[in-house]
């Protein structure tokens, strides 16, 4: 499943979002606005903004195997200044908790640690999902822990497995040593620390076309895995089932797995899972600036119902709109659920 490059380099057909939406409903199973409306559930509608989840570009140092935004070091997509600026004000003007930022990998947009810092004044949560790896990558990333540190940043960590083999597998060769490398420069400084304050948790996603096993029993895993091996610490284990989108949907389709893995996500639907979907408390801003549902939405440009760009930020516009379903959605309703922060029942 390795790459060298993304799916746009390549010129490939699923790096188009129109492509890639029909690839999803290219089948016979059943809509995802079907199965809600077999649960009384229809329309799905989302609350009140507690989190600003901000996409700040497609560039990375990684070129993941599963990756649903198509991140790569030949992407040039990054959010600029005046964007930075816009959701800024949103987050001073509006009461919103906390603020999810994300990429590609963050850290390598220009403006990052000046927004992390603003973003700091302002006395918000904020949550940085890093891919580990660049903060090893490079001299002037090597502060990286003290910074968030100081910041008082959560860390969302990605570390597909605690073997070698599977994290390289799936996100490149070495990454699992440099991984562990950059865990161990974060429990440094008092990350994944009991009563430390600082949060470190990783993310997991299945190496192939299945979803995630128990995230309780997994977390304990990882844990004592990574505490034997490398006395690494960490605070909790977030499963993510990976999204038909993007590399993972090619992936799907390129090996023939695609319509028994849609089946197994429909077959798992469970409508307990619905409530704690990401998309009811989350909105995701991409890096021009433009609004979506979700970060899954974002990568498919599926417009919210309502405001559209971040400039138009309006809550009561917001609050109570019709989210943007399609069969990807079943991805975060199969089993336990899956969200931005891993299971959701």
Same mark, same amino acid.
């Given at each position: 499943?390795?790459?060298t490059?993304?799916?746009?380099?390549?010129?490939?057909?699923?790096?188009?979002?129109?492509s890639?939406?029909?690839?999803?409903e290219?089948?016979?199973l059943?809509?995802?606005?079907?199965k809600?409306?077999?649960?009384d559930?229809?329309?799905?509608?989302?609350?009140?903004?507690?989190?600003?989840?901000?996409?700040?570009g497609?560039v990375c140092?990684?070129?993941?195997?599963?990756?649903?935004?198509?991140?790569?070091?030949?992407?040039?997509?990054?959010?600029?200044r005046?964007?930075?600026e816009?959701?800024?004000?949103?987050?001073?003007?509006?009461?919103?908790?906390?603020?999810?930022?994300t990429?590609?990998?963050?850290?390598?947009?220009?403006?990052?640690?000046?927004?992390?810092?603003?973003?700091?004044?302002?006395?918000?949560?904020?949550?940085?999902?890093?891919n580990?790896?660049?903060i090893?990558s490079?001299?002037?990333?090597?502060?990286?822990?003290s910074?968030?540190?100081?910041?008082?940043?959560?860390?969302?960590?990605?570390?597909?497995?605690?073997?070698?083999s599977?994290?390289?597998?799936q996100?490149?060769?070495?990454?699992?040593?440099?991984?562990i490398?950059?865990?161990?420069?974060?429990n440094?400084?008092?990350?994944?620390?009991?009563?430390?304050g600082?949060?470190? @948790?990783?993310v997991?996603n299945?190496?192939?076309?299945?979803l995630?096993?128990?995230?309780?029993?997994?977390?304990?895993?990882?844990?004592?895995?990574?505490?034997?091996?490398h006395?690494?610490?960490f605070?909790?284990?977030?499963?993510?089932?990976?999204?038909?989108i993007?590399?993972?949907?090619?992936?799907?389709?390129?090996?023939?797995?695609?319509?028994s893995?849609?089946?197994?996500?429909v077959?798992?639907f469970?409508?307990?899972?619905?409530?704690?979907?990401?998309?009811? @408390?989350t909105?995701s801003?991409?890096?021009?600036?433009r609004?979506?549902?979700?970060?899954?939405?974002q990568?498919?440009?599926?417009?919210?119902n309502?405001?559209?760009?971040?400039?138009?930020?309006?809550?009561?516009?917001?609050r109570?709109?019709?989210?943007?379903?399609?069969?990807?959605?079943?991805?975060c309703?199969?089993g336990?659920g899956?969200?931005c922060?891993?299971?959701?029942?």
């Amino acid at each position: 499943m390795g790459r060298t490059q993304s799916l746009m380099r390549e010129g490939h057909v699923l790096a188009g979002a129109p492509s890639q939406r029909l690839a999803l409903e290219s089948d016979a199973l059943p809509s995802f606005d079907a199965k809600l409306a077999q649960a009384d559930m229809y329309p799905l509608r989302a609350g009140v903004v507690d989190i600003l989840q901000i996409n700040v570009g497609k560039v990375c140092n990684q070129t993941c195997a599963h990756c649903h935004v198509d991140a790569a070091p030949d992407r040039k997509e990054s959010m600029s200044r005046e964007i930075f600026e816009q959701c800024l004000y949103v987050i001073a003007a509006n009461d919103i908790p906390i603020i999810d930022i994300t990429g590609g990998a963050p850290e390598l947009n220009p403006h990052f640690r000046w927004f992390v810092e603003s973003v700091s004044a302002l006395g918000r949560r904020i949550m940085v999902r890093c891919n580990l790896t660049i903060i090893v990558s490079n001299p002037k990333y090597h502060d990286l822990p003290s910074f968030y540190a100081r910041h008082n940043v959560e860390v969302v960590a990605s570390l597909p497995f605690y073997s070698a083999s599977r994290t390289d597998a799936q996100r490149g060769e070495g990454v699992y040593e440099a991984s562990i490398r950059a865990l161990a420069l974060l429990n440094d400084v008092g990350y994944g620390k009991p009563d430390s304050g600082r949060l470190l @948790n990783l993310v997991y996603n299945p190496a192939g076309a299945f979803l995630p096993a128990d995230q309780a029993g997994l977390e304990a895993q990882f844990k004592r895995e990574l505490r034997a091996k490398h006395s690494v610490e960490f605070n909790q284990l977030f499963c993510i089932a990976n999204m038909p989108i993007s590399r993972y949907l090619e992936y799907l389709i390129r090996t023939g797995n695609y319509e028994s893995y849609m089946r197994r996500l429909v077959e798992a639907f469970n409508p307990a899972a619905v409530a704690g979907v990401m998309c009811r @408390n989350t909105l995701s801003v991409a890096w021009d600036g433009r609004l979506f549902d979700c970060d899954f939405n974002q990568m498919l440009e599926m417009s919210p119902n309502g405001p559209s760009h971040i400039k138009d930020f309006d809550s009561d516009r917001l609050r109570g709109r019709e989210i943007a379903t399609g069969r990807h959605c079943f991805g975060c309703t199969a089993g336990s659920g899956s969200s931005c922060g891993g299971a959701t029942v």
